[in-house]
């Protein structure tokens, strides 16, 4: 793929990230958020897949898409699902928890780049592929606890 047809391409990333973001503030008081988390992942999961296999500019089109639209919905149900579980921390908390992820953003480029030498292309969407399997993972698990804590509370 060309240099303009790879920027086109994450140009179209950040206007799916946008769109996403927008949409995600209109579906959240109308859509069960355990519902759209769920949803989020899995188009996220499912772009990473696609991004993986493809060898084409349709599948890396399509990827790409699915990939931002995913990971645009995550942010704002993990700012209200720490801020409702954690209420009485003060909000520079959290700033400093979401600067410390920022830093995992800042060194992925790098472990990106050394391991596309090492091994081939693909394992690029390899590594989004697991942090997204890991958010999934995470989910299950406050549901189980969330569902446990409910079930010891009403006997």
């Known amino acids: 793929m060309s240099p303009a047809a790879s920027l086109q391409m994450l140009a179209m990333y950040w206007l799916a990230l946008l769109v996403g973001r927008g949409a995600a503030q209109w579906l959240l008081p109308r859509v069960s958020h355990g ?19 493809t060898n084409n500019r349709f599948g890396a089109a399509a990827g790409v898409l699915f990939v931002g639209g995913g990971f645009a919905m995550i942010y704002p149900l993990v700012v ?14 959290f700033n400093g928890l979401f600067s410390f992820a ?9 472990a990106l780049g050394f391991l596309a030498d090492v091994w081939e292309i693909q394992v690029v969407m390899a590594l989004p592929l697991i942090g997204t399997v ?11 606890e969330t569902r446990l804590t409910a079930a010891a509370g009403q006997r």
């Open 35 to 53: 519902k759209l988390l769920t949803a989020s992942v899995a188009t996220a999961m499912t772009g990473c897949g696609v991004l993986i296999m």
């Open 80 to 93: 209200e699902k720490i801020g409702h579980r954690f209420p009485y921390y003060r909000p520079g908390f």
């Open 102 to 110: 920022i830093a995992g953003g800042f060194l992925a480029p790098w």
């Open 134 to 144: 890991m958010v999934f993972v995470l989910l299950v698990l406050l549901w189980i």
